[in-house]
Structures are given as structure tokens and as C-alpha cells.
């Protein structure tokens, strides 16, 4: 007799919204992936660290600089290619538009993620989807296994340049999206990549 967990074969995102996922696997972070929910593995100690930071760095900027907008920990964003059957969770979401109590956030103007080893593949395929998603003007990546990252960003005509800029330290991440800026270190500031 398996133990293995059966899951739906394919669903759509409204299915997925009101799915109840199998028993010991609640509490798991799930995306819905071309009509599959796929379960990520727990995030290491680094990863919820980095994660914190760039929560805490942003929302303490939002609230000085942007009361209006809005930043969440891993929200659900709808890609506009592959609408009907995908659902992504990525690391942080920040959105201008009012709430509505929805269960995805709506409108997201940057959008965070940490990769992670165990991620990775899928997070770069998720970052591509998200360039998809029109309100997005930033995506930025963040390593959880050095002080380093991406960030993708829409130029004055609307259009995804071509490479994303690479951060290093002494690098400052400069999001035009909320006006915000800040050293890259201070994103680490809390995990064991710290710097002094």
C-alpha cells in the first residue's frame, strides 16, 4: 500500500482557492502551476530571514513615504499568460491598488523572491511569469546563499530591459516602483550572511 499523497490531476485557479490541501500538508506553501498545485519545500533559516528584512525594510519605507500602498508576505499573483490555471506565490508582493479582501493581491507593482537551492528553477520560471503580469514594474531577486541579486525592471516605455541589473556589495537596491533605497546588506542584516 502507497503513502503517497494523491493530488487533483488539474485545476482551475478558482478551484484551486477553495482546495483544501491533503491532510499534513496544510500549512505548506502551494502554487498552482499550469492547473497543479506544486508544494515548496520550508524555507531555511536564511531564506525567512531575508524574507523578514525585505518585509520589514519595505513596509517601514511604505508607511513613511506611501501610506496608500501595501506590501504582503508571500501573496498569490495571477499571471496574464496562463490566467485561468496559474496562481504563483511569490516571497513579498507590493500593490498601490485599495484592498478588496480578495484572495489574490491585485494589481502588484514590485514583487520580491529569495531563491533558494531547493527553488530555484521554479522561481526563475515564476519571475518570467511575473513579467507577464501588466502592473508589475520591478521584480527583485534576492540570494539566499550570498549577499547578492536581480532586479528586473521595466523601462520608461513599459517595455522589460533586456538584463537585469546585478547587485553586489557594496551595490544599493534602488526600487523606482516605491521610491525606495537601501544597501544590499541591509536586506541580510538579520541572517548569518550579515557582513560585520
Known amino acids: 500500500m502507497s503513502n ?15 482546495w483544501d490541501p491533503p491532510a499534513g500538508l496544510e500549512g505548506r506553501r502551494w502554487h498552482l502551476v499550469d492547473g497543479e498545485p506544486v508544494c ?23 508607511r513613511n513615504t506611501r501610506p496608500l500602498c501595501r506590501v504582503g508576505i508571500t501573496p498569490g499573483v495571477i499571471p496574464r499568460v496562463g490566467s485561468k490555471t496559474n496562481q504563483l506565490v511569490p516571497d513579498i508582493g507590493i500593490t498601490c491598488a485599495p484592498a478588496t479582501g480578495s484572495k489574490t493581491m491585485k494589481k502588484p507593482v514590485l514583487l520580491v523572491e529569495i531563491i533558494s537551492p531547493s527553488n530555484r528553477k521554479m522561481t526563475e520560471r515564476n519571475i518570467l511569469a511575473y513579467t507577464t503580469i501588466p502592473s508589475v514594474r520591478e ?16 523601462d ?41
Do not use: C, N
Not at 503517497?4 to 477553495?18: G, I, K, N, T, Y
Open 4 to 18: 503517497a499523497v494523491r493530488l487533483p490531476l488539474l485545476m482551475s485557479v478558482e478551484e484551486f482557492q477553495d
Open 40 to 62: 515548496m519545500a520550508p524555507a531555511s533559516e536564511d531564506h525567512s530571514m531575508i524574507q523578514g528584512q525585505a518585509f520589514f525594510l519595505i513596509q517601514l519605507h511604505l
Open 139 to 154: 521584480i527583485l531577486s534576492l540570494d539566499s546563499l550570498s549577499v547578492a541579486g536581480k532586479l528586473y525592471r521595466r
Open 156 to 196: 520608461a516605455a513599459g517595455d522589460w530591459e533586456d538584463d537585469p541589473e546585478t547587485l553586489d556589495p557594496p551595490a544599493w537596491v534602488r526600487l523606482t516602483s516605491i521610491g525606495f533605497k537601501a544597501p544590499l546588506a541591509d536586506f541580510y542584516a538579520t541572517s548569518s550572511l550579515a557582513q560585520g
